[in-house]
């Protein structure tokens, strides 16, 4: 439950056996004394991260040897298809009785927050939030070419209602691009997605077109709240032309370098380099790329790859090249 400290109680034990956290109904009154009084249930942002965790939970017991236990964490991570509606590829709500709630606009409904079902940022951010998982998110939503439509179906949605009816309801869902919110952490992997779904040309023009929109020097220099480091981790990141996609899994997506060279120290000695030869405003996209001096038609790589220090040379042109990086997209959970 968020925002609370108390012992597991009927809603754990509902989600336990169900799969999912259960909304209220439209117009039921909250009953459950554990249900903080503005943070409300959250049960899309619950069921979801709560999926995460599960598979994070997975990978501790299979470094541990428990093989077992780690099988058991994996098939609760896919709870999030619990509360995935096939009718509109959306996370939608559910009651306790497991009927979709009726009548949702995915823009806006849920109260302040949305938090009566997903928290800050509404359902069009939370549709993606399933970093461990995204190639069984690109099956649900029935293939690449669907997934990459929902993508910019997402970027390209108005408000369909005055700025300050938006803010009004979800005043932390800022820095918009159609319904996509550059300002909150459940969106900022949201750009690299495109990598998971053979076009990772479509990642490297979106991140530069975000750092140039919403991250210059001057008044528009940041779309919302920092909290915590979240927001200039991204930007830090994606600047030097790479970025953690997922929390757990040791491995990096390839964006678009604004610099043509950056040096990280990564201690005792080593060093791990990236050369973007002719990365400009104009030369934003990857023609091909070298990763210790091996041929890389990825968009990702590993960590173990740079931990002990290495290079990645990236070949920058101003025309998209379709095909670099297209085959291999980067690996989810159960598909490694």
């Not at 903080?36 to 942002?45: F, G, L, N």
């Not at 970025?243 to 950056?262: A, E, L, M």
């Not at 000695?269 to 890389?296: C, H, P, T, V």
Request: some cysteine; hydrophobic content about 30%.
């Amino acid at each position: 439950i968020p925002w609370s400290n108390v012992p597991a109680g009927e809603l754990d034990a509902f989600y336990k056996e169900k799969g999912y956290f259960p909304a209220l109904k439209p117009g039921e009154k909250e009953t459950n004394p554990d249900v903080h009084s503005w943070e409300k249930r959250q049960p899309i942002a619950v069921t979801l991260g709560t999926s995460y965790d599960h598979w994070c939970l997975s990978l501790i017991a299979r470094a541990l040897g428990r093989t077992e236990e780690a099988d058991y964490y994996l098939h609760y991570s896919y709870n999030y298809r619990n509360v995935f509606n096939p009718e509109t590829g959306f996370f939608h709500p559910k009651d306790k009785d497991s009927r979709f709630i009726e009548n949702l606009d995915y823009r806006i409904s849920g109260g302040p927050g949305a938090r009566d079902y997903y928290d800050e940022n509404n359902a069009y951010i939370y549709r993606w939030d399933v970093q461990h998982n995204i190639a069984d998110l690109i099956d649900l939503l029935h293939g690449n070419e669907s997934f990459i439509n929902a993508l910019e179906d997402m970027y390209n949605t108005p408000y369909g209602m005055s700025r300050w009816e938006f803010y009004n309801t979800l005043p932390d869902h800022t820095g918009n691009v159609g319904m996509f919110s550059m300002a909150n952490e459940p969106s900022l992997h949201i750009p690299y997605l495109y990598n998971y779904a053979g076009q990772p040309w479509r990642t490297q023009k979106r991140i530069r077109n975000l750092l140039d929109q919403w991250f210059r020097n001057d008044l528009m220099g940041i779309p919302g709240d920092e909290d915590g480091g979240g927001m200039s981790a991204f930007v830090v990141f994606s600047q030097m032309g790479f970025y953690p996609v997922t929390p757990g899994s040791p491995t990096y997506n390839i964006g678009s370098p604004v610099f043509s060279y950056v040096k990280i120290d990564l201690g005792e000695g080593k060093y791990f380099e990236i050369k973007a030869n002719g990365a400009s405003d104009d030369n934003k996209y990857i023609q091909s790329a070298r990763l210790n001096g091996q041929s890389l038609n990825q968009p990702w790589f590993n960590h173990s790859d740079i931990a002990e220090g290495g290079l990645l040379e990236l070949e920058m042109g101003d025309k998209a090249n379709r095909e670099w990086g297209s085959a291999t997209p980067p690996p989810s959970a159960g598909k490694n």
